[in-house]
């Protein structure tokens, strides 16, 4: 697989644009869940992930043999990190704020409600469930948030969640920690059979 | 281990953050104490919560093709590493390339022939003078249109045929590119003809889409004199109560060349309506024809004309638009003198241009009166190309957009205000050690003032010019007391009339705010009296100012009495009507050192009534009496009258 990688930037620098093309499509539903995740927003999410691999694009030379994924994930995080300074200084309001929190819960609710086979109670519950979830990751502080989402839902090793964060092992496994004692207090109990 | 694990080791075993052997440790304290698997198992229920956001996430197809697009807009950029002082050298090196190129450019510029360039104005960059002689014509070599200073409205020529040949039948294909245009003819002069006075703020002029609230523009005659301008940045909401008018007639010299030609001319950040574009050459009529005017797709604010010309050379044209944001509003000011019987007035007028554009030494014609217009001028001046019919024309479609409904232009697209008089003396011809002169004449229902000379606005300026200054008029005052009207106050009115007796009745007198002062002492110091705004004041009609509360005279009415008298019964006994019959005292304070004239209004809530009084009094309708009085200086006079109203049965009776 990262062998694969390896070969697609290779034939990115020398100018193959389905290269380029092919690691978008490899690689962007998880970029997109993890800038999602980060930034709390679907609508910021596209927005970086566009400017992430325009990132990508302008700077896979600086690759030079550093694996893919963890090096993809380093940008993301930065692009994450500046576009989130930039919306603390511009202190912008989504038109679609309602429908990418609460509002879109309440879809979410409304579709389990029409769904049928589903039991419109239980699906309800889950959706409050993940709203809550959904706050307590965006809670956290930046690098606590992004270090559990390396490491939980994109499943990088600690090693490579360091190597995206530029940092040490002992200081990631201290993040974690940090942000899974925070969340400890602020997650919602789950009834067994809605596991 | 003795003791119960912690929960941070909890975490840490859970999530894999101890080191491995202290993973190991926990894994066999774990593996022996159930206390601690069950408080392991409590959280691993608690940390399942997190799996609720692990989903699949879905790249829109659309996403992935913006990216994958704009990637391959985007320059790739590579970090090249330099040395400083290699890098100095090499700028040296440039900026001494830059100036012999320059130099040698200097040294070839032609003195005489057929290829001149336009030295006129002092402009070397400006217009190509082409000399109409058989020798090939050449064009100048497309170079980029140089703006300077503000970007309002500019011009610019492109010649599509380079030698004497006939001329194609067929037009040429619009240029593809402003880069194909040369130059900024300078605009020879301008004349404004500013229609509707207005009291209002003004819409914003367009601004760029980009987040740039300042930015240089301007148009290239002007060399960058107003450079450094910003752009008007004001992002107000349109206030158009009262539609502004202006109509801008300039003259520029073109250089044409024999055959098709393109003429460019852009208004961006200006609020000129560019429906209303008319290009007409003033010279050569039958020589050139302007075929058509087209709106170049995708291109903002920016028109093209197509001209087919049968001679080269310069030609003055004429350009004619309407735009918004140039207005004016008359002001005047009142002193009355220390008897306050007479007054001097002087009438002013304020130029204001917020229209983003610079109008540099315009003769400036104003239209006294209210001109009907259909269109708001701003509406029109801001819609989005296809230049469409604005929201709620209500007009056939197929009805020119340039219609507008002005009632005074006597039948022709801009006659009637002056629109073929001649352009009028320069700065240069006003001697400037006297105010200028605003000549007024008629013009139909409307009037017409022509500031004197010419006035540079700039965009963003306004400018005061008197209108007319007359002394000893006479005024009157008087003070008016309406209870109903005015509440307790005395109001202080002044009144005069705009004709021949009052040394007025040259023009009709725009409107406007006028502000009264008094003379407070011989040395001319004035003290503020009050303020009003006129409407509109056609000759030989009446004005009466309010100015508002006057403190020093007060009225002061008091009931002093009140019976019922005269009852009348019905056949069961019952009243069946009565006289009421108040007794009032007014009482009047003059606390002024001249004595004043006072009016006072008292109401009656019936139509059956009687009054005596101890004063004169009129009947000013079916339920007021008026008193006119005259009160001396620093006194109090009062006086008494009673008032009967009949009731009931009374009203009849009384008018038998």
């Given at each position: 697989m990262e062998d694969t990688d390896k070969s697609l930037v290779e034939a990115h620098c020398r100018g193959d644009r389905k290269a380029f093309a092919e690691l978008v499509r490899r690689h962007g539903a998880s970029?997109?869940?993890?800038?999602?995740?980060?930034?709390?927003?679907?609508?910021?999410?596209?927005?970086?992930?566009?400017?992430?691999?325009?990132?990508?694009?302008?700077?896979?030379?600086?690759?030079?043999?550093?694996?893919?994924?963890?090096?993809?994930?380093?940008?993301?995080?930065?692009?994450?990190?500046?576009g989130l300074r930039r919306r603390q200084r511009l202190k912008m309001v989504s038109l679609n704020e309602t429908l990418d929190s609460e509002g879109g819960e309440q879809a979410e609710l409304t579709c389990a409600v029409g769904t049928d086979g589903c039991e419109p109670?239980?699906?309800?519950?889950?959706?409050?469930?993940?709203?809550?979830?959904?706050?307590?990751?965006?809670?956290?502080?930046?690098?606590?948030?992004?270090?559990?989402?390396?490491?939980?839902?994109?499943?990088?090793?600690?090693?490579?969640?360091?190597?995206?964060?530029?940092?040490?092992?002992?200081?990631?496994?201290?993040?974690?920690?940090?942000?899974?004692?925070?969340?400890?207090?602020?997650?919602?109990?789950?009834?067994?059979d809605l596991q | 281990m003795t003791r119960h694990l912690t929960e941070r080791e909890l975490i840490e075993y859970q999530f894999e953050l101890a080191s491995a052997t202290a993973a190991q440790r926990l894994a066999e304290h774990l593996a022996d104490c159930p206390q601690c698997s069950e408080q392991l198992e409590r959280l691993k229920r608690k940390y399942a919560a997190l799996e609720l956001l692990r989903e699949e996430v879905d790249v829109p197809e659309s996403l992935i093709s913006r990216v994958i697009e704009q990637a391959g807009q985007a320059p790739e950029r590579r970090v090249v590493s330099y040395r400083r002082s290699a890098w100095i050298g090499a700028a040296a090196a440039v900026l001494l390339m830059g100036s012999l190129l320059l130099i040698s450019n200097l040294s070839r510029i032609p003195k005489a022939g057929h290829d001149l360039r336009s030295k006129q104005n002092g402009r070397t960059g400006g217009m190509n003078l082409v000399d109409t002689g058989p020798a090939v014509v050449k064009a100048v070599p497309g170079q980029p249109e140089k703006t300077v200073g503000k970007s309002g409205a500019k011009v610019a020529v492109a010649g599509a045929t380079v030698s004497w040949q006939p001329i194609a039948e067929k037009p040429p294909f619009a240029p593809a590119s402003a880069i194909e245009l040369v130059v900024l003819p300078k605009r020879e002069n301008v004349q404004l003809t500013i229609y509707n006075s207005a009291f209002r703020s003004f819409p914003s002029p367009?601004?760029?889409?980009?987040?740039?609230?300042?930015?240089?523009?301007?148009?290239?005659?002007?060399?960058?004199?107003?450079?450094?301008?910003?752009?008007?940045?004001?992002?107000?909401?349109?206030?158009?109560?009262?539609?502004?008018?202006?109509l801008v007639r300039e003259k520029r010299h073109l250089t044409l060349k024999r055959g098709w030609n393109w003429l460019q001319f852009a208004w961006a950040n200006t609020l000129i309506d560019p429906t209303s574009l008319q290009l007409e050459p003033l010279q050569q009529k039958d020589k050139i024809s302007i075929e058509q005017l087209v709106f170049p797709s995708r291109l903002r604010e920016l028109g093209r004309w197509l001209i087919r010309s049968e001679v080269s050379g310069q030609v003055p044209f004429e350009i004619t638009y309407f735009t918004t944001g140039v207005t004016w509003r008359a002001f005047y000011m009142g002193t009355l003198a220390r008897n306050e019987k007479t007054m001097r007035l002087q009438g002013y007028v304020r130029?204001?241009?917020?229209?983003?554009?610079?109008?540099?030494?315009?003769?400036?014609?104003?239209?006294?009166?209210?001109?009907?217009?259909?269109?708001?001028?701003?509406?029109?001046?801001?819609?989005?190309y296809p230049y469409d019919a604005p929201a709620g024309y209500g007009l056939?479609?197929?009805?020119?957009?340039?219609?507008?409904?002005?009632?005074?232009?006597?039948?022709?697209?801009?006659?009637?205000?002056?629109?073929?008089?001649?352009?009028?003396?320069?700065?240069?011809?006003?001697?400037?050690?006297?105010?200028?002169?605003?000549?007024?004449?008629?013009?139909?229902?409307?009037?017409?003032?022509?500031?004197?000379?010419?006035?540079?606005?700039?965009n963003q300026w306004s400018k005061r010019l008197q209108s007319f200054e007359v002394d000893d008029i006479n005024v009157t005052s008087l003070y008016k007391y309406d209870q109903q009207r005015f509440g307790r106050q005395t109001i202080r009115y002044l009144s005069f009339a705009n004709d021949k007796d009052h040394n007025l009745g040259d023009t009709p007198m725009p409107d406007g705010s006028v502000k009264i002062y008094a003379r407070a002492d011989s040395n001319g110091l004035l003290s503020y009296v009050g303020a009003a705004t006129i409407k509109y004041i056609p000759v030989g009609e009446e004005i009466e100012l309010n100015l508002g509360a006057a403190?020093?005279?007060?009225?002061?009415?008091?009931?002093?009495?009140?019976?019922?008298?005269?009852?009348?019964?019905?056949d069961d006994k019952n009243i069946s009507g009565w006289d009421e019959i108040r007794t009032w005292k007014i009482e009047i304070?003059?606390?002024?050192?001249?004595?004043?004239?006072?009016?006072?209004?008292?109401?009656?809530?019936?139509?059956?009534?009687?009054v005596q009084a101890d004063v004169d009094y009129s009947r000013y309708d079916v339920t007021h009496i008026r008193f006119k009085l005259t009160v001396q200086p620093r006194t109090k006079r009062t006086f008494n009258y009673t008032v009967t109203t009949y009731q009931g049965v009374r009203q009849e009776q009384i008018n038998q």
């Open positions: 970029v997109l869940g993890y800038l999602t995740k980060i930034s709390g927003s679907r609508d910021s999410a596209e927005d970086l992930f566009q400017e992430t691999f325009i990132r990508v694009h302008e700077k896979a030379h600086t690759l030079r043999g550093k694996n893919f994924r963890p090096w993809l994930f380093r940008v993301a995080t930065n692009t994450a990190m500046d109670c239980q699906d309800a519950v889950m959706s409050e469930h993940r709203g809550k979830v959904r706050r307590a990751i965006d809670l956290l502080p930046k690098r606590q948030r992004a270090t559990l989402v390396l490491a939980y839902y994109q499943q990088l090793t600690y090693r490579e969640v360091a190597q995206v964060l530029g940092c040490s092992l002992g200081t990631v496994k201290i993040q974690m920690y940090r942000a899974l004692h925070t969340l400890a207090a602020r997650l919602p109990e789950i009834g067994g | 367009k601004l760029p889409p980009a987040n740039v609230q300042q930015q240089p523009v301007g148009y290239g005659g002007y060399g960058g004199r107003y450079g450094n301008a910003p752009v008007a940045t004001q992002t107000g909401p349109l206030k158009t109560a009262v539609s502004d008018l202006t130029l204001t241009n917020n229209s983003g554009e610079d109008y540099k030494k315009a003769q400036t014609r104003l239209i006294v009166g209210r001109v009907h217009i259909l269109d708001e001028v701003a509406q029109l001046a801001q819609r989005q056939n479609a197929n009805e020119p957009l340039t219609r507008l409904g002005l009632g005074g232009y006597g039948g022709s697209a801009y006659g009637g205000g002056g629109y073929g008089g001649a352009w009028g003396p320069t700065d240069g011809d006003i001697l400037f050690s006297r105010p200028k002169e605003v000549m007024k004449e008629g013009l139909s229902e409307y009037f017409l003032y022509t500031i004197e000379g010419t006035e540079t606005i700039p403190r020093l005279v007060g009225v002061e009415p008091t009931l002093m009495n009140f019976e019922t008298d005269n009852y009348v019964f019905d304070t003059n606390t002024r050192p001249l004595p004043v004239d006072i009016e006072i209004m008292r109401g009656f809530d019936t139509n059956y009534w009687s």
